[in-house]
Every structure is written in structure tokens, then in C-alpha cells.
Nanobody, 123 residues
Framework: QVQLQESGGGSVQAGGSLRLTCTVS???????????LGWFRQVPGKKREQVIF???????SASGSVKGRFTISRDSAKNTLSLQLTSLEVEDTGTYYC??????????????WGQGSRVTVSS
């Protein structure tokens, strides 16, 4: 069973940066045929939504609110997925979850989830 574990969350001021890392334990999602890895975000009162993902070819796609500010990357040798968050805004506050899944025309359909890492951005 694939297991994902996020780390690196915390509290930062608006305009700051931080980096989240997702460590994959056991067999990686890609080895199971997973064609995408991504980050999702959930805030109180709202549905968990896709933020950014990377597919098996290395192509990435980000939601409009984070384009140009968030960068996703993978390191197959270390079995990790990272999210670099820059120019953070208060609206970026939430719990970030890494996930692995299947590439679809309009995104990444998750099959495996991490436990989440909280990010708090203050003004």
C-alpha cells in the first residue's frame, strides 16, 4: 500500500515562502501506474480542491490563484514530491495534502492521500 507523508508546514507572514515535502513510503504511485502527483488544499467550510500537479511526463498545471507563485517538483530517486510556495498570501492558508492518482484531461484524479500539512499565512 502506498503511503504519503507531508512535512514542512508552518506559519509565515504574507510575502514569505516555505517548502512542503511529501515522502512516499513503500511502492510509489508511479510504480503502481499512477500518472500524476499533486497538491490539494482544504480550508474550513470549503471542499478540498486541486492546487497544482505534475504528470508522468513532467508537465505541470496549477490553479489560477497560485500560478507563478507555487512550483511543484518530484525527485524519483528520493521518492519525494515538493511544493515551493512563494509570495504567500493570507488566502493561501489551509491544510495541504499531497496525492497520487491518474491524469485526466482537466486535472489529476487522486487515489492516494497524505495526512495533510497545515500552512498559516498572516498579514
Amino acid at each position: 500500500q502506498v503511503q504519503l507523508q507531508e512535512s514542512g508546514g508552518g506559519s509565515v507572514q504574507a510575502g514569505g515562502s516555505l517548502r512542503l515535502t511529501c515522502t512516499v513510503s513503500g511502492t510509489s504511485g508511479y510504480r503502481f501506474g499512477t500518472t500524476c502527483l499533486g497538491w490539494f488544499r482544504q480550508v474550513p467550510g470549503k471542499k478540498r480542491e486541486q492546487v497544482i500537479f505534475i504528470d508522468s511526463s513532467g508537465s505541470t498545471s496549477a490553479s489560477g490563484s497560485v500560478k507563478g507563485r507555487f512550483t511543484i517538483s518530484r525527485d524519483s530517486a528520493k521518492n519525494t514530491l515538493s511544493l515551493q510556495l512563494t509570495s504567500l498570501e493570507v488566502e493561501d492558508t489551509g491544510t495541504y495534502y499531497c496525492a497520487g492518482g491518474v491524469r485526466a484531461d482537466d486535472g489529476c484524479v487522486p487515489h492516494y492521500w497524505g495526512q495533510g500539512s497545515r500552512v498559516t499565512v498572516s498579514s
